[in-house]
């Protein structure tokens, strides 16, 4: 079976620093997406940036990218330039041949001013 | 587009009562999941639908939980009798046929408080 593994359960960082998430997965699959969603206190899951596995290119939105390791099954969130509006849980999430998504218990995110 | 649409946002009832969740998803999408949220177990699939058919149901807790999809556009989750331990955020999810994104998009939930 599938699973994510986020081992922050807290962060904080300084407006327009730099902050890493961890996420680690544990699959047999070869072809599976990985995903990364924003929930802030809205509890509005909103995707923030998503990855497929045979892409070797590391993928980047905006202020947001990842660093996929498939070898290492690790899928970490960098966001750059911290904003006050990027203050959210934020969860990675796994998508194999099933179709549903596999959740990490998330990281409470604080981007403090 | 207006997004992946659940009613009620909140729902507070008496244990025992039924309670129904509803969800219309993202029209032309075809595949629609029900996920529960809770601090102790975090976000967990309950059901999945395929172009209206109940592809995985295993994640449904017990008896007292029923999904139907009726038709491409609307769905509901039914919990009868209701109990406190089902207090959650029950979150639905739709994804298009187009494979090579798998980007399910959600709704925004509903909480759900059992007394």
């Known amino acids: 079976a599938q699973t994510v593994t986020q081992s922050q359960p807290e962060m904080s960082v300084q407006e327009a620093e730099t902050v890493t998430l961890s996420c680690t997965y544990d699959t047999s699959e070869s072809n599976y997406y990985l995903f990364w969603y924003k929930q802030p206190p809205s509890r509005q899951m909103i995707l923030v940036i998503r990855?497929?596995?045979?892409?070797?290119q590391n993928a980047t939105e905006n202020r947001f990218s990842v660093n996929f390791q498939k070898a290492a099954k690790s899928f970490s969130l960098k966001i750059s330039d911290s904003q006050l509006g990027d203050t959210a849980m934020y969860f990675c999430?796994?998508?194999?041949?099933?179709?549903?998504?596999?959740f990490g218990k998330g990281t409470k995110l604080s981007v403090k001013p | 587009d207006a997004g992946v649409i659940q009613s009620p946002r909140h729902e507070v009832t008496e244990m025992g009562q039924e309670v129904t969740l509803r969800c219309k998803p993202i029209?032309?999408?075809?595949?629609l999941f029900w996920y529960r949220q809770t601090m102790m177990r975090g976000l967990e699939l309950l059901i999945y639908f395929n172009n209206n058919v109940p592809i995985d149901d295993s994640g449904m807790p017990e008896d007292r939980f029923s999904a139907k999809m009726p038709n491409a556009s609307f769905s509901t989750l039914k919990i009868q009798p209701s109990e406190p331990r089902d207090s959650a955020v029950y979150f639905c999810?739709?994804?298009?046929?187009?494979?090579?994104?798998?980007?399910?998009?959600f709704g925004a939930g509903t909480r759900l408080s059992v007394l």
């Open positions: 029209s032309g999408h075809n595949s």
């Open positions: 999430a796994f998508s194999g041949s099933q179709g549903n998504l596999i």
């Open positions: 990855q497929e596995a045979y892409k070797q």
């Open positions: 999810a739709s994804r298009g046929p187009t494979i090579a994104k798998n980007i399910q998009y």
